[in-house]
């Protein structure tokens, strides 16, 4: 990957429908080394997918909570299911394993507070594997981005 490979994906990351054109006259480059190195960034695994990007208020989801969770350590079956929940939930847009006090750190989304209320009942509660969790509900959101530093 080059610099021309870098400059590509910090177009794609600010604007994934900028045109071919666009990009090869940003990049001074023709368009056929545009798709050619875009197909290659894809079949790499460079590019992992092109997803748009809504706004959760527009779409009546007002509540973002950050959640650290806490799993009893008793068996890698139960990890692995807790693991496999949390990836296929679609009120949990990010779902990372951490080291440090926590075992897993989410962010979850809902319409509103009884709707996460529910969330947490289904999904903790209800789940005898779930130790603690500590909710910090998002009362200003200040910066939200996945694209990367190329």
């Known amino acids: 990957m080059d610099a021309t ?25 023709s368009t056929a080394s545009v798709q050619r190195r875009l197909k290659a960034l894809r079949d790499t695994g460079v590019i992992l997918k092109e997803v748009a990007v809504l706004d959760p208020k527009r779409i009546d989801l007002g509540v973002t909570a950050i959640v650290s969770v806490e799993l009893e350590r008793d068996r890698l079956d139960q990890i692995d299911a807790f693991k496999r929940k949390a990836r296929e939930d679609s009120q949990v847009t990010n779902f990372y394993c951490i080291a440090g006090d926590a075992d897993f750190i989410m962010i979850v ?33 200040e910066k939200v981005t996945l694209a990367l530093p190329v």
């Open 5 to 29: 490979d870098r400059q590509l994906l910090g177009i794609l990351q600010q604007n994934a429908r900028t045109s071919i054109q666009d990009m090869a006259d940003r990049a001074g480059i």
């Open 109 to 141: 989304v809902a319409r509103d507070i009884p709707e996460y209320e529910e969330f947490t009942y289904r999904f903790f509660f209800a789940d005898r594997t779930v130790r603690k969790f500590r909710t910090s509900i998002v009362v200003s959101t």
